[in-house]
């Protein structure tokens, strides 16, 4: 069975400090996902990640994939508030389009 | 906004009660995808049509039940409701398979409160 973990599962940071977000899967997967989901809102796609050493960057947002070590990571640059949110990565496997989600990673930005 | 509509975005309702939730892709879109969230389970997969068809289950209750129409509208019906099925219900489309990065995007989101 495909499990999807996250960590940390909380994070508080400052504004202008760099952190990393990590999501790890269990088994082979084609797709990885980030999405970001504001509170008591929905799910917003961030990146797809398709092949081992993709990187994706939008603005200060920057996601990356290691398949051979099943790892993916969100690296956040110069924190502002308006990234305070829950982030959430997904893997789908191979020939099944449902998505299986980490347990998300609540962020939230102190100015 | 996605383009994925749900209605209605708020349902108060008691235990026993049967109650349906809508669901309208994005134009074009052909797969929806129903998934639950809440404090324990977190995001789970429920079900997902393509096209009219049933296409894959996840952990979706015997008293849950979908179905999408000729228009691709999708519904998701759960019966005999308990508190426990108390969540925030998505859902999602894509188009599924027509590109390599086919993303799903989600719906505003169902909120049932099971009282």
């Known amino acids: 069975e495909l499990k999807v973990e996250q960590n940390p599962l909380f994070l508080s940071m400052q504004e202008e400090k760099n952190y990393t977000i990590y999501c790890n899967y269990s088994t082979t997967s084609d797709r990885l996902y980030w999405y970001r989901q504001d509170p008591g809102k929905s799910l917003e796609s961030l990146f797809v990640l398709l092949s081992n050493g993709a990187v994706k960057q939008e603005g200060r947002l920057m996601a990356s994939l290691d398949t051979k070590a099943r790892l993916s990571t969100l690296h956040i640059t110069a924190a502002v508030h308006d990234l305070s949110a829950t982030y959430f990565c997904a893997v789908t496997n191979f020939g099944n389009e449902k998505l299986t989600f980490g347990t998300g990673t609540r962020l939230t930005i102190i100015p | 906004d996605s383009g994925v509509t749900q209605t209605p975005k708020h349902l108060i309702t008691a235990t026993g009660q049967r109650v349906t939730l809508r669901c309208s892709p994005r134009?074009?879109?052909?797969?929806v995808y129903w998934y639950q969230q809440s404090l324990d389970q977190g995001l789970q997969f429920l079900i997902q049509?393509?096209?009219?068809?049933?296409?894959a289950k996840g952990n979706i209750l015997e008293r849950f039940s979908a179905q999408q129409f000729p228009d691709l509208h999708s519904e998701l019906n759960l019966s005999s409701l308990e508190l426990g099925d108390s969540a925030l219900y998505f859902c999602?489309?894509?188009?599924?398979?027509?590109?390599?990065?086919?993303?799903?995007?989600f719906g505003p989101g169902t909120r049932l409160t099971v009282l």
């Open positions: 134009s074009g879109d052909l797969s």
């Open positions: 049509y393509y096209n009219g068809e049933e296409r």
């Open positions: 999602a489309s894509s188009v599924r398979g027509r590109t390599p990065t086919d993303t799903q995007y």
